[in-house]
């Protein structure tokens, strides 16, 4: 997602959802003073995690707003997911950068800095053209105010099963071996990431929830 870089690419776009048995919080007015958690929702307990561990990233009063709006409900779609990224493409414009994005991430095009997931089109990315060295921190920021919070309970909702995991890069050796691409014995998860990059989708393999 944007600038944070991302250890494990292999991240399944397979919609889920936490359980309905919410956790209580004691200690939820010290790192949510604005309210931002809501009562209940399918989401609920994702978004208080969230909350909780970004709790030292500012939030200016626009932002607590816009983060009660998409949290009311306890659930996190899409659209709000998408919403905070513009959020932050605009503030990184509004900082005088020049922005390209926020864009879908490709897999295929071979990122190795952004989230890859099984459905291109559920990650997004902030991009700048020609970018200063002032770039990095100012996005930093503004994702910080704008996106960290609801893209952690986004990840949470597409984190994927082991089972999945496994489905996906059986799919992805698979078409490496297609495509003459020497494996490993056994092949290795590093070389599912490289078939990706080659322009293999093993997310087409997934059956739907």
């Given amino acids: 997602m944007g600038l944070r870089r991302v250890t494990l690419l292999i991240i399944l776009v397979v919609g889920c959802s936490a359980g309905s048995n919410s956790v209580s919080f004691p200690d939820i007015d010290e ?3 604005h309210g931002l958690v809501p009562a209940v929702g399918p989401h609920r307990d994702l978004i208080a995690d969230s909350v909780r561990s970004n709790a030292e990233l500012p939030l200016p009063e626009e932002s607590v707003a816009f983060h009660m709006e998409v949290f009311s409900d306890g659930l996190v779609e899409f659209s709000e997911y998408e ?3 513009f959020a932050a493409t605009e503030c990184a414009r509004d900082m005088g950068h020049e922005i390209v994005g926020p864009l879908v991430s490709d897999p295929a095009e071979g990122w190795g800095t952004i989230e890859v997931g099984t459905n291109p089109s559920q990650y997004l990315m902030v991009l700048a053209r020609d970018p200063s060295p002032q770039f990095g921190e100012d996005a930093e ?8 919070r609801i893209e952690n ?3 949470a909702i597409l984190e994927p099963t082991e089972q999945e995991i ?6 992805a050796w698979s078409c490496a071996e297609q495509r003459g691409l020497q494996l490993s014995d056994p092949p290795t998860e590093e070389e599912a990431v490289d078939a990706v990059a080659f322009g293999c989708r093993p997310w087409d393999d997934l059956p739907a929830r």
């Fill in 141 to 148: 920021l503004c994702q910080g105010i704008w996106a960290w």
């Fill in 166 to 171: 496994q489905l996906w890069l059986e799919a």
């Fill in 31 to 33: 790192w949510d003073p």
């Fill in 153 to 155: 309970v986004w990840q």
């Fill in 83 to 85: 919403a905070a990224m």
